[in-house]
């Protein structure tokens, strides 16, 4: 099948400059600026960040670097690297929601709607500080912040017909009012790009062994199946060294030893492995437990000082080549939330090393779940790519075959997947993965991204808290006996 049509609003090369001259230049005395602002006097270093909005897309924050008035913007250095400040991913039927919800609007909310299909920047200062400083999420504005100006760009949506398009690039004056230019400006790169994806979707949980479909709009293709296991029979989750030793007979009469001493009780849980098909039943990539998930001493949660991980496999040359390794642990917060870190790991036969390069790192609710991602914006770094000419869209062929040396000469670049992790609120929890369609050349670059999806979602159950029981089909018959 064809891949999905998605669109990606992205903005760059973001710095703020004053004109030499102004009252709010921060080297002026003056403590009268744009909108009220009251600038700093100049023996301190004012901070400027900016929240970027689009439609209803959650808003975005960065920090905005400050440039000298007579900044080229050729010649420096902080608008020629390319790195995004914000990036806004719609799909085709977020975008049609979008062009729906304006239509059900009247026309004498005309301007209103127009305004709805805007990029936004608003511009703000966070007072006195470092520069470069971490911006507050409420903006500065509840610790002395100020607003000094907005910027807006209309996006075309034509009506649902997707484009690529520049919105703008280069400086932009902010802050004008009545038609009077303040001499602030902003510099901006933002675009419109066409980023297709495909798009997958599990049946079930992963640890229910489920199929996996390709979706395209309404139709749903199977294109995998996903089978979970337990890697070492008998060593699991959490056990006692006592009882480990004594013969069947003797339990009881362990149970009850327990009442009168105090052994130590063995918390992990390892061993999880899930397993990717391809339709034809050979497996094209795999996720495996490596390092157990066990709470830190005297607490019921996997700390990130000593976190369980997972290797994502993918065939070659007759066996299982390492991929990527994703770690991940219980945060310790008020908002619970599991952590997480996914690194690239390099080819044996490059010589280059054994330390993976960090794709994705961040948190996500435990209560809630959330969203894992891998973005590089236009940052490049390493891939793997099999020599396979498959076509994914015929779904025949294999490209099991994945020559070594791959590590300096493919790289990943923008968008490269996600997929969506269940929170212990959600019952059911059917991960939808989606990667860009760049980055997949055969079979197994795709399941290799299904399998990384199947550890994610898993690694919520594996952090759930010791004093929870955690459901059937993650817990292990022992003999007779159920492991809990």
């Given at each position: 099948m064809d891949p999905c049509t998605f669109i990606r609003i992205t903005v760059g090369n973001l710095a703020l400059k004053f004109p030499s001259s102004s009252s709010s230049s921060p080297a002026s005395n003056s403590k009268t600026t744009l909108s009220g602002l009251q600038q700093p006097p100049s023996?301190?270093?004012?901070?400027?960040?900016?929240?970027?909005?689009?439609?209803?897309?959650?808003?975005?924050?960065?920090?905005?670097?400050?440039?000298?008035?007579?900044?080229?913007?050729?010649?420096?250095?902080?608008?020629?690297?390319?790195?995004?400040?914000?990036?806004?991913?719609?799909?085709?039927?977020?975008?049609?929601?979008?062009?729906?919800?304006?239509?059900?609007?009247?026309?004498?909310?005309?301007?209103?709607?127009?305004?709805?299909?805007?990029?936004?920047?608003?511009?703000?200062?966070?007072?006195?500080?470092?520069?470069?400083?971490?911006?507050?999420?409420?903006?500065?504005?509840?610790?002395?912040?100020?607003?000094?100006?907005?910027?807006?760009?209309?996006?075309?949506?034509?009506h649902g017909e997707i484009k690529a398009s520049g919105l703008h690039s280069g400086w932009?004056?902010?802050?004008?009012?009545?038609?009077?230019?303040?001499?602030?400006?902003?510099?901006?790169?933002?675009?419109?790009?066409?980023?297709?994806?495909?798009?997958?979707?599990?049946?079930?949980?992963?640890?229910?062994?489920?199929?996996v479909v390709q979706v395209q709009g309404s139709c749903r293709q199977p294109v995998f199946s996903c089978k979970f296991s337990f890697r070492h029979s008998g060593d699991w989750n959490s056990r006692t060294s006592s009882s480990i030793s004594r013969p069947k007979t003797s339990r009881r009469w362990v149970r009850n030893s327990f009442k009168g001493e105090q052994d130590q009780v063995i918390k992990e849980r390892k061993g999880w492995?899930?397993?990717?098909?391809?339709l034809s039943g050979s497996p094209v990539a795999a996720a495996s437990m490596v390092t157990p998930f066990v709470p830190l001493s005297g607490s019921d949660r996997v700390g990130k000082s000593n976190p369980g991980a997972w290797l994502i496999l993918r065939p070659g040359?007759?066996?299982?080549?390492?991929?990527?390794?994703?770690?991940?642990?219980?945060?310790?917060?008020?908002?619970?939330?599991?952590?997480?870190?996914?690194?690239?790991?390099?080819?044996?036969?490059?010589?280059?090393?054994?330390?993976?390069?960090?794709?994705s790192n961040g948190i996500i609710s435990s209560k809630t779940g959330g969203k894992f991602s891998i973005d590089m914006g236009t940052f490049n770094s390493p891939i793997s790519s099999p020599s396979s000419s498959f076509d994914l869209g015929s779904w025949s062929g294999s490209g099991s075959e994945s020559g070594s040396g791959w590590w300096p000469h493919f790289m990943y670049k923008g968008f490269v997947m996600s997929s969506t992790v269940g929170g212990e609120r959600k019952e059911g929890s059917k991960p939808e993965v989606e990667v860009g369609v760049h980055h997949v050349t055969c079979t197994e670059d795709a399941a290799v991204f299904v399998a990384l999806a199947a550890a994610m979602d898993l690694s919520m159950d594996a952090c759930k808290l010791f004093s929870q029981k955690l459901r059937k089909e993650l817990r292990q018959m022992q003999g007779e006996e159920l492991v809990l």
């Amino acid at each position: 099948m064809d891949p999905c049509t998605f669109i990606r609003i992205t903005v760059g090369n973001l710095a703020l400059k004053f004109p030499s001259s102004s009252s709010s230049s921060p080297a002026s005395n003056s403590k009268t600026t744009l909108s009220g602002l009251q600038q700093p006097p100049s023996t301190t270093i004012p901070s400027y960040h900016c929240k970027i909005k689009f439609a209803d897309c959650r808003h975005q924050i960065t920090a905005l670097p400050l440039l000298p008035p007579d900044t080229d913007a050729n010649c420096s250095p902080l608008l020629q690297n390319s790195a995004l400040s914000a990036c806004f991913n719609l799909s085709k039927s977020d975008i049609e929601k979008l062009l729906e919800k304006s239509k059900s609007k009247s026309n004498s909310n005309l301007k209103k709607r127009m305004n709805k299909s805007c990029l936004k920047i608003d511009v703000y200062s966070s007072g006195g500080g470092k520069s470069g400083a971490v911006v507050s999420k409420r903006c500065g504005l509840s610790s002395g912040g100020r607003f000094i100006g907005r910027v807006s760009m209309p996006v075309d949506l034509n009506h649902g017909e997707i484009k690529a398009s520049g919105l703008h690039s280069g400086w932009i004056g902010i802050g004008e009012k009545k038609g009077k230019r303040s001499g602030v400006e902003l510099h901006v790169s933002a675009k419109v790009e066409l980023d297709p994806r495909f798009v997958f979707k599990f049946e079930g949980e992963p640890e229910c062994s489920p199929q996996v479909v390709q979706v395209q709009g309404s139709c749903r293709q199977p294109v995998f199946s996903c089978k979970f296991s337990f890697r070492h029979s008998g060593d699991w989750n959490s056990r006692t060294s006592s009882s480990i030793s004594r013969p069947k007979t003797s339990r009881r009469w362990v149970r009850n030893s327990f009442k009168g001493e105090q052994d130590q009780v063995i918390k992990e849980r390892k061993g999880w492995s899930v397993t990717i098909h391809d339709l034809s039943g050979s497996p094209v990539a795999a996720a495996s437990m490596v390092t157990p998930f066990v709470p830190l001493s005297g607490s019921d949660r996997v700390g990130k000082s000593n976190p369980g991980a997972w290797l994502i496999l993918r065939p070659g040359e007759g066996t299982w080549k390492p991929w990527g390794r994703l770690e991940a642990w219980r945060e310790r917060s008020s908002a619970d939330s599991l952590g997480y870190r996914f690194e690239l790991l390099p080819d044996a036969g490059t010589g280059v090393g054994s330390t993976g390069i960090t794709l994705s790192n961040g948190i996500i609710s435990s209560k809630t779940g959330g969203k894992f991602s891998i973005d590089m914006g236009t940052f490049n770094s390493p891939i793997s790519s099999p020599s396979s000419s498959f076509d994914l869209g015929s779904w025949s062929g294999s490209g099991s075959e994945s020559g070594s040396g791959w590590w300096p000469h493919f790289m990943y670049k923008g968008f490269v997947m996600s997929s969506t992790v269940g929170g212990e609120r959600k019952e059911g929890s059917k991960p939808e993965v989606e990667v860009g369609v760049h980055h997949v050349t055969c079979t197994e670059d795709a399941a290799v991204f299904v399998a990384l999806a199947a550890a994610m979602d898993l690694s919520m159950d594996a952090c759930k808290l010791f004093s929870q029981k955690l459901r059937k089909e993650l817990r292990q018959m022992q003999g007779e006996e159920l492991v809990l």
